[in-house]
């Protein structure tokens, strides 16, 4: 499928995650798609083209096979449904989010998959922000029709290490996953910080996985020369909370805040009150949305 035929698909959806905005249409117009999870590229990486790295289609498969069995409840539970767009035979690089009546829609691309800096964690984090633009709480993207259904893209990567990764990856050995692994030396310390429970460390450091992955991912794709890493947060402040992508470095430091979160993956987040279900300052010392895209309202 491509691009245009899936613009041509989308014709009568009344409500769609773009870039930065919430793109409101009429339910006879055609609603426009923009660049989703990543930045606006027009690589496309289409089945059998051979790439060092990136997942299998069955590794496509298992990972929104496990998203959907464990949140297709919680989406029921709230009135809604639950369809993800396995898109594999597409070659985009990019994934995105959409809401149809009351159906969570998230399209997941084969060319994403495929690319080189993408493995299992990575993916995952992936399918948990696209999510996330669903059930991430505030901060909501505002829109020219005032407030808008989609948490936005700063929200939903902090969604995504804070609440959906750790369920994600509690089903896994992680000490298995990662006994052979060489973490990152500044995320393994501070995991070993913040967590003095085995496992909420582990899925940490999993998560740092996850992270490094698609920030190395968006490093490709922009073509920077500055490698994102764990130890150099963006030292940006932004004085209004921004709905666009983040830079790079900005979007890995709210990987890695919401992995460091203690705020447990039970509690409920807010799409009014970004404290609740987080963490946040001045109470919270680690953990708090990054300056770099989020500006505390209070």
Not at 258 to 282: F, I, Q, R, T, W
Request: proline share 4%.
């Amino acid at each position: 499928m491509t691009k245009t035929t899936l613009r041509r698909a989308l014709a009568g959806v009344a409500l769609v995650a773009t870039v930065g905005f919430t793109h409101q249409t009429a339910t006879t117009e055609s609603a426009t798609l923009c660049s989703g999870f990543v930045p606006e590229n027009n690589l496309y990486i289409p089945e059998g083209v051979f790439t060092v790295g990136g997942i299998t289609e069955q590794q496509f498969n298992q990972v929104l096979d496990r998203l959907e069995r464990l949140f297709a409840k919680d989406v029921e539970a709230m009135g809604d449904r639950l369809k993800i767009n396995r898109l594999w035979s597409d070659g985009t690089v990019n994934a995105s989010a959409q809401r149809s009546g009351n159906t969570q829609v998230l399209n997941m691309y084969g060319g994403l998959a495929r690319h080189p800096a993408t493995n299992i964690e990575g993916f995952a984090l992936v399918a948990c922000h696209e999510f996330g633009h669903h059930n991430g709480g505030a901060p909501k993207m505002q829109s020219w029709f005032g407030g808008a259904w989609a948490t936005n893209e700063g929200g939903s990567d902090y969604y995504a290490s804070l609440k959906c990764l750790r369920r994600f990856f509690a089903e896994d050995d992680n000490a298995a996953i990662l006994k052979d692994l060489q973490l990152d030396p500044t995320a393994e310390a501070a995991c070993t910080a913040q967590f003095p429970d085995e496992q909420d460390r582990l899925i940490c450091l999993r998560t740092s996985l996850a992270g490094q992955s698609v920030a190395n991912l968006f490093q490709a794709l922009r073509k920077e020369t500055s490698a994102p890493t764990f130890g150099t947060p963006d030292k940006n402040v932004v004085s209004r909370t921004d709905d666009r992508h983040p830079a790079t470095q900005c979007r890995l430091d709210t990987y890695f805040a919401g992995m460091l979160c203690v705020a447990k993956e039970s509690e409920k987040l807010s799409n009014s009150d970004y404290k609740s279900g987080s963490c946040y300052a001045p109470r919270d010392t680690a953990g708090v949305r990054p300056r770099c895209w989020f500006a505390p309202t209070n």
